[in-house]
């Protein structure tokens, strides 16, 4: 099959560019930041995106470029029983996709509550309200009649982005990376203006170096970074694979890496001025001030939009339509990475393929509709990032250090690059990263032995956890072993 080519370098760039940067910098990237001690946790965050996300983000690309193909493709290139890992960074995109929608589906609620200011004065009610948040994850209490409406309407918007393929997305995203960014500045400005942001600040730029000897602030900082670099999820190796054959790899890598770094900084100062702010509203101090949990920009942000001086709702509106359009091109691409698996397997036309993910990912997240949904949201979150993405970053790390060659995968990248990688990236790749990866998978394990994550009952964090976590290699090395239909 002749693959979908990117039209331009520029197209491929902010394709990737809007891939990374997502409700991963403006909604994740505050919350997991401010639960994991502010400055503390964004030290640590530079330290991994150096030493593993910019690195990885070389590899995928120049894997996918390499081996024309998309992750399990790649993996098949790279030795034929390795297939199935490539699956498995699929099943992770996959999984990550279904919840996404539903945070996209709360972005159109607070866009059009913006609109009637449903939230008024309490964004923290309004937020209770719309999710009908139940006390645990065993009370499922009622559907949520605005979430799956919201669901069904970001499902819908996402389809039609990717209609044509790389052609169509090479269009939308001049419009889904720009926009973004310029409200995100007008944010900014506004949120670290607000009375007591400062307090918020101070929190978010100044470490406290002690919290660096917990294990769980690495973990967090290791995770987000590949969540937010779409790095482990077969995405990047997709979106690798449809560039021309005498495109960057190694510049491209390094402008996307720091653009969404970038942009995750700016939103957690938008967040944190917010905070701040809460802080000195309510006299309390900043890390107690709002629940640290996935509502956390629900409840900050709207408090910015409230505080402006004037057209409060057009604000409100275009600060959810941001997230929204940060957030589609990062949906459409998990779908891509998925079709391009499929697709590259089995000879299906692309619309059958994203509509046959689209209507699974719809259903599979309908009981996250549920009043108790958010709480299986936030465990499946922690179980896929922290399990799912971590392993399948070590197992790229160990299968093309050690299995494909380092050496040969890092001449091939720079034999595609304005300027070369060298022997640092060698050792980021077959040394540093699994040594720190398989350290925090190992202790994330003990941790969780001891305790189950966030106090959810043990029963619970099996369903929405364990059990994903175990299905995602099996379900995998099926994939694996069903026969392939070639065009
Ligand atoms: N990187 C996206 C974000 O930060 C999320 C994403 C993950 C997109 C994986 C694609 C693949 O929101």
């Not at 997709?238 to 939103?267: E, H, K, M, Q, W």
Request: net charge positive.
């Amino acid at each position: 099959m002749l693959r979908d080519r990117w039209d331009s370098r520029t197209a491929f760039v902010l394709a990737s560019i809007g891939s990374a940067i997502g409700l991963g910098n403006v909604w994740r990237f505050p919350y997991v930041c401010y639960a994991n001690g502010g400055g503390a946790f964004l030290l640590a965050y530079l330290v991994a995106l150096f030493i593993a996300g910019i690195p990885l983000l070389i590899l995928e690309f120049g894997l996918g470029h390499k081996m024309n193909g998309s992750a399990p493709q790649s993996f098949f290139k790279v030795k034929k029983s390795y297939e199935w890992m490539g699956w498995m960074a699929i099943l992770v995109g996959f999984f990550i996709v279904c919840y996404y929608a539903i945070i996209m589906s709360y972005c159109f609620n607070y866009g059009i509550a913006a609109v009637t200011q449903a939230w008024g004065n309490n964004p923290q009610e309004y937020f209770d309200k719309l999710t009908g948040i139940t006390s645990g994850p065993f009370e499922m209490g009622s559907i949520r009649g605005p979430v799956i409406m919201g669901l069904l309407l970001s499902w819908i918007a996402i389809v039609l982005c990717i209609w044509k393929g790389a052609k169509t997305v090479g269009k939308v995203v001049y419009f889904t990376v720009l926009i973004p960014w310029f409200l995100l500045i007008v944010f900014v400005v506004r949120g670290v203006t607000l009375p007591g942001a400062i307090q918020g600040l101070n929190y978010y730029l100044t470490p406290d170096f002690s919290k660096l000897l917990e294990p769980q602030v690495w973990l967090a900082a290791f995770t987000q970074v590949f969540f937010s670099f779409s790095i482990g999820f077969g995405v990047m190796i997709a979106y690798g694979s449809f560039l021309p054959r005498d495109s960057d790899i190694v510049n491209n890598a390094f402008i996307i890496g720091l653009c969404d770094a970038g942009t995750a900084f700016l939103g957690g100062l938008a967040v944190f001025g917010a905070l701040g702010y809460h802080s000195f509203i309510t006299g309390k101090p900043v890390e107690a001030v709002v629940s640290a949990g996935p509502g956390l920009v629900f409840v900050t942000y709207p408090a910015i939009i409230s505080n402006l001086p004037f057209w409060q709702p057009l604000f409100g509106v275009l600060f959810f339509l941001m997230l929204l359009t940060l957030a589609i091109d990062s949906a459409f691409s998990l779908v891509e990475g998925v079709a391009a698996g499929v697709q590259d397997k089995w000879k299906l036309s692309h619309r059958t393929v994203n509509i046959s993910v689209a209507l699974l990912a719809f259903g599979l997240a309908i009981p996250l509709t549920f009043g108790g949904g958010l709480h299986w949201l936030d465990i499946v979150d922690r179980f896929m990032t922290q399990f799912g993405l971590i392993s399948i970053v070590l197992i790229e790390c160990l299968v093309i250090g050690y299995i494909y060659g380092s050496r040969k995968m890092k001449e091939y990248v720079n034999s595609q690059s304005e300027f070369s990688v060298r022997g640092w990236w060698d050792i980021f790749i077959k040394v540093v990263t699994p040594i720190v990866l398989l350290f925090l998978i190992a202790m994330e394990v003990i941790a969780r032995v001891k305790s189950s994550y966030g106090g959810y009952p043990r029963g619970a964090e099996f369903i929405g956890g364990w059990l994903v976590v175990i299905l995602i290699p099996v379900v995998g090395f099926i994939l694996m072993k069903i026969k392939r239909v070639e065009a």
